[in-house]
């Protein structure tokens, strides 16, 4: 199965948090994982806010950074904006999402060409997660794994 992967559920991966093992553990048995072009962007955002709040130190914000980097050399990234963008506005109209967010449910239908029956919707955000599932995704997180 195809799962696309938003950024609350790849951060995990890259520092560790209570729901790192599970996570890894889907993540690893995920033989294609699709993003967000932007994904990167806003997974180094959640790890320089920890830095930033002393939660993670230099040590470990290299760590973050090697294996953010492992990680984009393995997954594929959507990059069709225009697409994003049109189906971002019809979402943040159907439901209480922020932007990112909807940029980030909007990627993945473009990725699955606006038919997500039989495909997994990857993440942490509940208020994503009842978006994505009322849009026809198959939803994973870290309960799923």
Known sequence: MVRFWESSAVVPLVVHEPTSG????????D????????????VWSAVCRKRREAVLSSPHLREARRRLSRLTGDWTELEDLGSVRSR??????????????????????????????GFAFVTLDGRLAEAAEREGFEVMGATTA
């Open 31 to 42: 033989s294609a994982q699709i993003v967000w072009c932007l994904t990167e962007i806003e």
């Open 88 to 117: 971002a506005r019809r979402l943040l109209e159907t439901h209480p999402l922020r932007t990112a967010d909807a940029l980030q449910l909007a990627a993945a239908l473009v990725a699955v060409t606006d038919r997500p029956e």
């Open 22 to 29: 599970p996570v890894a553990k889907l993540y690893s048995s």
